[in-house]
């Protein structure tokens, strides 16, 4: 009877060693996988040349940049670096540090950041620090400063943003871009200009300089190509200063048409409209050159001319045609257009939800 407890323990410990080894194997072969899948991706992959074109987006809320980010995707590769800003104040008693530290890890963990690292890709989430700028206290949502066009442009014209990109060629973006899959050209063959945006509507912008009307032809900033020699040139000119102090804050000039009006103004021999029309457009969206590269904001100015909309049958066809030949272009377009419909339209990247629309513009085939 003696011999029971000790044949028990025996096995009980042979028993645990041949756990411990099957654990002890199944961990090896995991980490081999893991090896063999780094030096894989690394060697067949991977360059380790410096990227030269730096994608470049701000805002204060970390998912909004993943549906445009899911556009831009397969535009770039492995000689781009994505560059991700959101708002930090050194003043805010340390709250703005832990925001920051937990949407950086919400947006690093992000399905299409993932896609991107396989492509060779590498995304940094960055801060841009807005201490200086007056906040409204008596709003009570904390971002909602943050999120529009004023912090947009304290962004754009501070020259801390352009000195912390090591990449001479930028790409600036927001959500509300799109880049179409059906376009004659590439990104990349837009990336040596020194300042390039969307059209404006022939007449629309029109400023004093040098003795002269300058007639701003085109140059929107929230999707446009821009060098970093030329956005610093144009802030530390000695003749835009005021201009710049009362823009960067809010009280002047649009970004857009502060470095629009000094490419027009310093570099008239760069400005080239034929390239804008295939670059971008927002403004003025039925012209020959469709499809171009990429679209913003269209809503901005729906129902207006030869833009997207629901009021005239010309709104509706052009609508129409925008879907058609450039589909991503229905995320930016679904809240302005809802009334006429188009089908299902996932428009999560602007409010969390899914709505779908049923009605005219789905009779039309879109």
Not at 172 to 179: G, N
Not at 199 to 215: C, D, E, H, S
Not at 246 to 274: P, T
Not at 301 to 319: D, K
Request: aromatic residues 10%; charged residues 20%.
């Amino acid at each position: 009877m003696a011999r029971r407890p000790r044949i028990f323990a025996c096995l009980t410990r042979i028993l645990l060693v041949i756990l411990a080894a099957k654990y002890l194997l199944v961990d090896m072969i995991n980490s081999l996988d893991d090896v063999v899948f780094t030096l894989q991706h690394e060697h067949t992959i991977c360059s380790s040349d410096k990227p030269k074109f730096a994608a470049v987006m701000f805002h204060s809320e970390p998912d909004q940049f993943e549906s445009v980010l899911a556009d831009l995707l397969p535009h770039i590769h492995e000689m781009w670096v994505v560059r991700l800003f959101l708002p930090w104040r050194r003043t805010d008693g340390g709250r703005d540090s832990q925001f920051f530290y937990r949407s950086e890890q919400r947006i690093l963990g992000m399905n299409v950041v993932q896609q991107l690292a396989a492509k060779c890709v590498h995304v940094e989430v960055m801060k841009h620090d807005v201490s200086d700028f007056p906040i409204d206290h008596n709003l009570n949502a904390r971002w909602t400063i943050d999120s529009g066009p004023v912090i947009a442009n304290h962004f754009a014209l501070s020259r801390e943003t352009y000195e912390s990109i090591n990449e001479q060629q930028m790409l600036f973006f927001q959500q509300d871009s799109a880049f179409c899959s059906g376009a004659n050209r590439t990104l990349d063959s837009f990336m040596h200009h020194k300042y390039l945006g969307a059209p404006w509507l022939p007449g629309r912008i029109q400023l004093a300089g040098n003795g002269k009307t300058l007639t701003l032809l085109y140059g929107n900033g929230g999707l446009s190509i821009r060098s970093k020699r030329f956005a610093l040139f144009c802030i530390n000119l000695a003749q835009y200063q005021h201009d710049w102090i009362e823009a960067r804050l809010g009280n002047g000039l649009a970004e857009d048409i502060y470095f629009s009006r000094c490419l027009f103004e310093h570099f008239e021999d760069k400005v080239d409209i034929h390239e804008a029309r295939f670059f971008a457009a927002e403004e003025f969206l039925d012209h020959p050159n469709f499809p171009f590269l990429a679209v913003h904001d269209p809503c901005r100015v729906a129902e207006s001319e030869f833009a997207v909309g629901c009021s005239t049958e010309g709104n509706i066809r052009v609508t129409q045609d925008l879907i058609q030949k450039c589909p991503e272009s229905r995320r930016v377009t679904a809240r302005c257009v809802a009334s006429c419909g188009f089908g299902k339209v996932d428009t999560s990247w602007e409010d969390g939800h899914s709505v779908g629309h049923v009605g005219k513009m789905q009779v039309l085939g879109i």
